[in-house]
C-alpha cells in the first residue's frame, strides 16, 4: 500500500493519540486490510509512522509517571517499578 506523506503523517499523529490501526485506516479512507497487513512489515512506511506516533506518546507517558513517582506519589512509583522490571525483562 502507498500512503501519501500527508497520509504518513496523519498515521502518526493518530497512533500518537492512541487510535487502533483499524480506526486510523477509517479516518484516512484506506482499505482496512491493506493498511493492517502493511503493519506486519517492520520496513514499511506505514509501520514506522504508526510506531513513532505511539512510541512518542509512551515516552511522554512514561516521563510524566517519572516525574509524579519522583514527586513522591505511590500508584506513579508502582507503575514506574512495573515499567523499570518490564523493561529490564525485555533485555535479557
Not at 493492517?36 to 512510541?55: F, I, N, P
Request: glycine residues 4%.
Amino acid at each position: 500500500m502507498f500512503l501519501t506523506v500527508e497520509q504518513l503523517e496523519q498515521t502518526e499523529q493518530l497512533a500518537s493519540l492512541l487510535l487502533a490501526p483499524g480506526e486510523i485506516a477509517i479516518v484516512l479512507a484506506v482499505d482496512t486490510d491493506e493498511f493492517l497487513d502493511d503493519l506486519l512489515y517492520e520496513s514499511s512506511d506505514t509501520y514506522k509512522a504508526y510506531q513513532r506516533g505511539k512510541l512518542r506518546t509512551k515516552a511522554e507517558l512514561h516521563k510524566t509517571i517519572l516525574t509524579q513517582a519522583k514527586q513522591g506519589s505511590g500508584p506513579a512509583q508502582t507503575m514506574a517499578a512495573r515499567i523499570l522490571l518490564d523493561l529490564e525483562s525485555r533485555e535479557l
